[in-house]
């Protein structure tokens, strides 16, 4: 037998325009190929939702663990063997996200949750394209701790043109995102990759925080390097981040192929 996993559209957002971007995004998910992303094993039609049924999608399941459960258990951390698997491991993720970005197919939330090592040891990409189907912002070229959901909220009613609302995972968000949740672009899933590569390699998220506030001030105005476990990330790496996380968007990479040359 086949096993699977199924997934359901988002709850928020416009009725007609969540199907009509769950119908477009399964059309170019089943057009994807590329050995990041499970198969898409099967899906209900567009019209069939108004006539009652639920809309789905099923994926192929992969046995393994996230990245999350994978740093928190690994013992080898520091050692050279894990420092190239996790840079290998980004490069084939962006080799996937090269062909779904082509197809402007963005994911905007990659973290350690969504990133699966699979059995073989294989660096997968679960939740591509479901309510992400959209045309990239073109960016102004002059514009200049373990994720979980425990996160003290009772400030998040925003501050000077941000936005503090719990939506999306604060600690791989953009500063671009921080003002603007719709701004979903090629820059956004490089900057999010940024975030799990410093992870994979120090066991902490780069702007970590206690609070959704904390977060934002950090992602917006600090270097990833101001923290004691940023030392364990390798000196040759650290340009390959600092460039990843750049607060300006038209600073980082311009495409996925590009970071993993």
């Not at 769950?22 to 990041?36: P, R």
């Not at 490069?91 to 996200?97: N, S």
């Not at 073989?120 to 994720?147: F, M, S, Y």
């Not at 990833?224 to 600073?251: C, H, Q, T, W, Y």
Request: glycine share 8%.
């Amino acid at each position: 037998f086949l096993l699977a996993a199924l997934q359901g559209l988002p709850s928020n957002g416009d009725e007609l325009e969540k199907l009509r971007a769950f119908h477009n995004a399964v059309q170019i998910l089943e057009s994807v190929q590329h050995d990041v992303f499970p198969n898409v094993i099967d899906s209900n039609s567009f019209m069939s939702r108004f006539a009652g049924r639920v809309a789905y999608l099923v994926t192929q399941l992969v046995p393994g663990q996230s990245i999350n459960d994978f740093v928190s258990s690994s013992l080898g951390r520091k050692t050279g063997s894990h420092q190239k698997w996790s840079i290998e491991a980004m490069a084939t993720i962006c080799d996937g996200l090269q062909i779904a970005h082509q197809m402007n197919v963005f994911h905007s939330d990659i973290h350690g949750k969504s990133l699966w090592i699979d059995e073989h040891g294989k660096c997968r990409l679960l939740d591509l394209g479901i309510g992400q189907l959209v045309i990239p912002k073109r960016h102004n070229e002059d514009t200049k701790g373990t994720a979980n959901s425990e996160l003290a909220l009772s400030d998040a009613e925003g501050v000077d043109g941000f936005d503090l609302s719990p939506t999306g995972t604060p600690h791989i968000m953009p500063p671009e995102q921080w003002r603007d949740r719709s701004d979903i672009s090629v820059a956004v899933d490089i900057y999010n990759l940024g975030c799990v590569l410093f992870y994979l390699l120090s066991g902490r998220y780069p702007f970590a925080g206690k609070s959704v506030r904390e977060m934002m001030q950090r992602h917006v105005s600090e270097s990833p390097f101001d923290s004691e476990e940023s030392k364990r990330i390798p000196a040759i790496v650290r340009p390959l981040i600092s460039k990843m996380l750049a607060k300006n968007p038209g600073d980082r990479y311009r495409s996925a192929a590009e970071l993993a040359a």
